[in-house]
């Protein structure tokens, strides 16, 4: 079982997805530059998590954020924090030219992986009620919709859907 002041191992490694070889580390402050250019590429030049956000998630002992990089290119951020027997994951992002290319669900069935070698009993995520790509994803690697969490996101008031994936044999 996790215990809170255990620090999430991580080996940075090499993977070939869409015959190009991605680079996946654990990410760190001097990654602050390219997860807040990636996520503003995302987000139409607005970037719902500020450095602050980053830097405070990046320093948490209970959490893991992979970065992915083609090259210099930073393609994607995921990030989930354990918490006993449950596994949040805390943000996914996804630059546009790789969406819809396999890398979300690549990294997704990775944090799945880490959150059943630490034991824990279900997986759990927000998204927006209106990102139907999303919530796809979510539900092909079995998520379920567990409740809908009103005015959710801050900066657009949307409602975001919590989703759980049960570990449970």
């Known amino acids: 079982m996790f215990k809170k002041e255990c620090e999430p191992s991580f080996r940075p490694f090499v993977f070939t997805l869409k015959h190009k070889r991605l680079q996946a580390m654990r990410a760190k402050e001097g990654d602050l530059a390219n997860l807040l250019f990636l996520e503003k590429q995302i987000y139409d030049g ?10 405070a998630e990046l320093s948490r002992k209970d959490s893991l954020y992979i970065v992915v990089y083609y090259g210099s290119s930073v393609l994607a951020v995921i990030g989930m924090r354990l918490n006993n027997s449950e596994a949040h ?4 992002s ?5 969406q819809g290319q396999g890398l979300g669900t690549y990294l997704m069935r990775l944090m ?26 979510y539900q092909s690697l ?7 969490r009103p005015n959710y996101y801050q900066d657009d008031h949307q409602d975001g859907l919590n989703m759980v994936l049960n570990l449970k044999p």
């Open 112 to 137: 799945i992986d880490y959150a059943r070698q630490f034991g824990c009993q279900m997986v759990s995520l927000e998204v927006r009620a209106n990102n139907e790509i999303a919530q796809k994803l």
């Open 142 to 148: 079995g998520f379920k919709v567990n409740l809908v």
């Open 46 to 55: 607005a970037s719902p998590w500020t450095a602050e956000n980053f830097r």
């Open 89 to 92: 994951i805390t943000n996914l």
């Open 94 to 98: 996804v630059t546009p030219q790789w």
